[in-house]
């Protein structure tokens, strides 16, 4: 009997891939070159128990568990003892015996768990694990009835804080080393070791140091008992009581496949999904932990409507009433701000509500710093592409070169930085790095750090032109949209060499947002407003007469005119401290001639608003995200109960039918076939044009600045343990800038502009490029609203207590590249 080698259909396999065969329980298969004997048998069907093995990390046979008997090594000779089917590569001619048919391989398994469970405690019924624990099944399934042991088990005290979030206890441990070997090879983190030898052999911690990584709930995840928990669920539920619903994460642009898992309509926990193409089996600490903040005591439960400057509770006709009549005596001095945390159905909701409702292209998503160069960039090199047509996560395991522009993988997208360190380890991938100095997760992927002053990121691409080729990827984060010239020049370069080019925003709906049309200038599926043929094609899949012609104000133009009582405003989930300045925002949002806000919080808008309408959470509806890569990730409805809150796309349905007009559809199912009918458009795209200038700062230090994973935005509220992991808020300047300003390591200094200042603990950076100094975009109060100025700006600094004053004949160009 035989069996063929078995292949993913989506995996990319080399045309005449070597391939030996081997025979497993007398059944011959043939598999890849290199293909460990523990993953050969499992193509028979044989799964051979292991705690240490895991198909993502190297193999390390420190567990001994998956004993097999070796009777020929394919040369006529066997292995004279049992041997670990996890270290063990297939070999022509090679006959294994399994627990399925060897005695041997019985007995040296049995003996492993035997051995394992002498100090193991038996408190399955309290431990987490309990339930869904290898070492629990492969007892019951490979081990003895009973235990031989009489002696007392080893204690430990416990827990034991490896890190806010991470919490181990040793008499647990089966030493299989999983979670030394992920902080090693995965995240590239130090985390805890194996200490002492023999008997006495335990996990041991970094005395002064906590674990350091925005990836540590994956080793708890894929620790194969209970040694280690979250502070988060820790003794909340059984894993038999829990109902698992697949999602995809809704924080960031990478779309990661999560399991949420919920009891009693409460969302207990969250962990990584098996998804090879996107995650593999990883997700950072902010897709896994943070989820509680929408059940917050701030949760909007009911309609409020503003009467005598309060809001008050309201009956919900009430509320579409008053919401109507204040739109309807706008006119068409209307907005719409539907922000980019929203899945692509109800991005399409607020798009069609905007052009066949309210009349007006006046809707941009872009809930932080924007500009015209962007919009056309979004619309020349994003817009109306496929996955097909785009960079994928497989591109970038493959890819000799990835070049980094205003993009920090670690901090803004954590998934492509796992997978650019997967390459970086595997295939030696060469990754460059524009940047004012080398990152941590820059310095974790060897990238070349190519020194820059912020702003200046075009005058550093033009130099690396000759570096480029059509084996290299360009990576360019939201943040280039500060920097001018920058996306044009990225956008010329990718043409000129033939190189890959990708777009990673920040948050998980903003390539959603811009297929549904949630731009000024571009209709659903990368339809330019100004095209008629466009209009026309739209319009007739929408069943209206025509669409407004004319291009939309973008939100920092419509914000403008509601600062001056001249437009009412259709909000969700944006924050003014998102924005360049944000309190111009709070100002815009006071003085809008109307302003309706549909929420899951009581956020700064939606105090300010005129009508608030309560929407559901995202785990209390359907829909999908488009990430980066344009992959579609599906949203399933995770809590379940028949007085759920109302959807985005329902308020809009309900506002549409009360002003006369027809939004075609109530849920996310059918505004998903709406969209997918419209399709993208294949005529001519519009061009990238740049609208500023370049300016470099004549006097003081230049600004650098950008949103670490883990700070004080919306979505991290109410998860403590996880926000005690955070990065410290420190001030970083090269030795050479701490030298003529003053500063030294550790010590309080003073950075200063036009609004305000901020004190912080300095932190000196070998790499760091002169007269620029970074601090974090949004910890503890938002960078731009604590100084008046963001990435590229001028600032000046001081030691704390001394005066901030500008140094003589300061340096002007930064030491760029």
């Known amino acids: 009997m035989s069996v063929n080698s078995v292949t993913d259909k989506n995996a990319e396999v080399a045309p005449r891939e070597e391939l030996v065969t081997l025979t497993i329980d007398g059944i011959e298969v043939s598999v890849p070159k290199g293909t460990l004997v523990i993953r050969a048998a499992e193509r028979v069907g044989v799964d051979i128990p292991r705690f240490c093995d895991h198909p993502l990390l190297d193999p390390v046979g420190a567990c001994r568990q998956c004993m097999v008997e070796v009777p020929d090594m394919g040369n006529g000779r066997g292995m004279p003892k049992p041997q670990a089917s996890c270290t063990l590569e297939a070999m ?73 979030q991470v919490l181990l206890d040793r008499e647990r441990c089966v030493l299989c080393a999983r979670c030394t070997r992920f902080s090693e090879q995965i995240s590239g983190d130090p985390f805890i070791a194996l200490v002492e030898r023999g008997a006495l052999q335990q996990v041991g911690i970094y005395a002064d140091d906590p674990y350091d990584s925005y990836f540590s709930g994956n ?59 996107v ?68 991005a399409y909701g607020y798009s069609r509500f905007a052009r066949a409702v309210l009349g007006t292209n006046n809707i941009d998503h872009r809930s932080r710093p924007s500009s015209d160069e962007e919009a056309a960039f979004l619309a020349h090199a994003v817009a109306g592409r496929t996955l097909e047509e785009s960079v994928t996560y497989r591109d970038l395991e493959k890819a000799k070169k990835v070049v980094l522009v205003c993009f920090e993988p670690e901090d803004e997208s954590p998934i492509v930085f796992l997978r650019l360190r997967k390459a970086y380890r595997k295939n030696k991938l060469e990754v460059v790095t524009i940047a004012p100095y080398s990152s941590r997760g820059s310095i974790k992927l060897g990238a070349t750090l190519v020194g820059c002053v912020p702003g200046r990121e075009a005058e550093c691409l033009d130099g690396l032109t000759d570096q480029i080729d059509g084996e290299s990827i360009i990576l360019v984060g939201e943040r280039a949209a500060q920097s001018p010239g920058t ?100 100002e815009a949002l006071d003085q809008a001639s109307f302003l309706v806000s549909l929420e899951s919080r009581l956020s700064e808008v939606a105090q300010r608003a005129d009508v608030v309408f309560p929407v559901a959470l995202l785990e209390e509806h359907a829909g999908s995200f488009l990430n980066w890569e344009h992959r579609r990730g599906t949203v399933n409805t995770v809590i379940r109960q028949g007085n759920a809150p109302m959807t985005d796309l329902r308020v809009l349905g309900a506002l549409s039918d009360a002003m006369g007009a027809e939004l075609g559809f109530r849920g996310s199912k059918a ?45 991290n509220d109410g998860e403590v343990a996880l926000m005690a992991t955070a990065q410290p808020a420190v001030l970083r300047v090269s030795p050479a800038t701490a030298q003529r300003y003053g500063l030294a390591e550790g010590q309080q200094a003073t950075v200063s502009g036009v609004a305000g200042s901020m004190e912080l603990p300095v932190a000196v950076v070998d790499d760091m490029v002169d007269e620029v100094v970074w601090v974090p975009t949004n910890t503890g109060r938002p960078v731009r609203e604590a100084l008046g100025v963001g990435a590229g700006g001028s600032v000046t600094v001081a030691a704390a207590g001394a005066d901030a004053s500008v140094p003589d004949s300061p340096s002007t160009d930064g030491g760029a590249a």
């Open 279 to 346: 995650n593999e089996e990883w997700n950072c600490d902010k897709g896994r932990f943070a989820f509680v903040s929408g059940r917050l005591d701030d949760r909007v439960t009911t309609p409020l409507v503003r009467r005598d400057g309060q809001l008050v509770p309201a009956s919900w006709h009430e509320a579409i009433d008053t919401a109507v009549a204040g739109l309807k005596a706008a006119g068409d001095k209307v907005g719409v701000l539907p922000g980019g945390r929203l899945t692509v159905e109800t």
């Open 92 to 164: 022509p001619g090679m006959k294994i015996s399994t627990q399925v048919s060897s005695p041997v391989a019985t007995k040296a398994q049995e003996g492993m768990l035997e051995f394992l469970l002498i100090n193991h405690p038996l408190d399955c019924p309290i431990c987490d694990k309990g339930g869904e624990c290898p070492l629990q099944n492969q007892a019951l399934s490979h081990g003895h009835g009973e235990s031989r042991y009489e002696g007392a088990k080893r204690t430990f005290p416990k827990p034991v804080n490896v890190s806010a």
């Open 487 to 586: 996306l044009q020049t990225v956008a010329r370069l990718a043409s000129a060499t033939g190189a890959k080019l990708a777009w990673i925003p920040r948050r998980a709906g903003e390539i959603g947002a811009i297929e549904a049309g949630c731009l000024p200038g571009l209709l659903p599926g990368g339809r330019p407003v100004a095209d008629a043929t466009a209009r026309v094609d739209v319009a007739a899949a929408w069943g209206t007469d025509s669409l407004p012609a004319t291009e939309g104000l973008d939100a920092e133009a419509m914000l403008a005119e509601a600062a001056a009582g001249q437009m009412a405003l259709v909000t969700a989930g944006i924050e003014p401290r998102d924005f360049a300045d944000p309190q111009a925002v709070r």
């Open 671 to 715: 505004a998903g076939a709406s969209l997918d009918e419209l399709g993208a458009w294949d005529g001519e795209r519009a061009t990238a044009r740049s609208d500023a200038q370049r300016a470099a700062s004549s006097e003081g230090a230049v600004l650098a600045t950008w949103r670490q994973l883990l700070d004080d935005s919306a979505g």
């Open 219 to 277: 080793v708890i995840q894929i620790c194969p008992v209970g040694a280690l928990t979250s502070a988060s669920y820790r003794f909340q539920a059984r894993p038999f009581d829990l109902v698992s619903t697949p999602v995809t994460c809704e924080h960031c642009a990478a779309g990661c496949q999560l399991r949420s898992d919920h009891r009693h309509y409460q969302v207990k926990r969250r962990l990584a999904g098996d998804a090879p193409e």
